[in-house]
């Protein structure tokens, strides 16, 4: 196999979820180009709709499996069925999660002393309970595969302290406890488990802060490259990830983050001056 054909998911049988916006419709594509068979799940069939017309463009029709992870149930039965249709499961981007939200659907950013227990509750359900239903459910489909893979979608939240998101950032701590955890339980079976922590991406979830001007230079004062990552962009680190050239990674989390993980990169509370080594 040659370096670049490592890259490729030939025939591969892939569940992504979160697959109707944002980083799960950028993996999506990357993964339809690539050549994997595909299987999205999002709430509804109709959200999948733009995803699966692209990944059909590229000629990868994709099955869909529409699924609400916060009812207990759905998980399970997403990746029982995705296998079923697939005819069994090689690899899956668990890429769903949420924010605390207001009653008007709006990101929640508040300290957690004010945060109510029930948004509290909500991201938790989503972010770990379903993650940890859904790795479950995928076992026994990843361990008869000749090749399993679980990437799970983290965020740079999870390593970095996060004021005014402690619900998001623990949800995706446990992510990669979790990840790590199941790298070394699942290892002899033939199973790749590994995180992927992206950090601020221009999606539709974040767009309360990349379409706010001092917050979004707030936010990028701490990042070293000084700029959003695009979903396009973690879809190709999610790529790595899920491909036989990363056939020896398991029990990694990839921060993808523009920097803000080296320390002194972190959200410090207090905005950076200007560097004085930018350029006039």
Not at 80 to 85: F, G, I, N, P, S
Not at 120 to 134: K, S
Not at 178 to 196: F, K, T
Request: hydrophobic letters at 50%.
């Amino acid at each position: 196999m040659s370096t670049l054909d490592s890259f490729r998911l030939d025939n591969t049988r892939a569940l992504i979820t979160g697959a109707s916006r944002g980083i799960g419709r950028a993996v999506a594509v990357a993964f339809a180009q690539a050549g994997a068979r595909l299987a999205l799940s999002a709430r509804s069939a109709q959200a999948l709709k733009a995803t699966a017309e692209q990944v059909a463009a590229l000629g990868t029709p994709a099955v869909l499996v529409p699924g609400d992870l916060a009812i207990p149930e759905e998980p399970g039965w997403v990746v029982d069925e995705a296998a079923r249709l697939l005819g069994g499961l090689d690899l899956v981007v668990h890429n769903a999660g949420i924010l605390p939200s207001q009653p008007d659907g709006a990101p929640l950013l508040t300290p957690l002393q004010q945060l109510p227990q029930q948004a509290w509750d909500e991201v938790v359900a989503i972010n770990l309970n379903a993650t940890a239903a859904l790795c479950r459910h995928a076992h026994p489909h990843l361990a008869a595969s000749d090749a399993g893979n679980l990437v799970l979608m983290s965020s740079v939240a999870g390593v970095i302290g996060t004021p005014m998101m402690e619900a998001y950032a623990v949800s995706k701590a446990a992510q990669v406890s979790l990840a790590r955890s199941l790298a070394v339980g699942w290892a002899r079976q033939g199973i790749r488990v590994n995180a992927l922590c992206p950090g601020w991406t221009r999606t539709d979830m974040t767009a309360f802060a990349h379409t706010n001007g001092p917050l979004s230079d707030w936010l990028l004062a701490h990042v070293p490259l000084g700029r959003w990552a695009e979903p396009a962009e973690v879809a190709a680190a999610a790529l790595f990830l899920a491909s036989p050239a990363a056939g020896y990674l398991t029990g990694h989390a990839l921060l993808l983050d523009g920097g803000v993980s080296v320390p002194d990169g972190g959200l410090a509370g207090i905005p950076k001056p200007p560097s004085p080594f930018t350029p006039a």
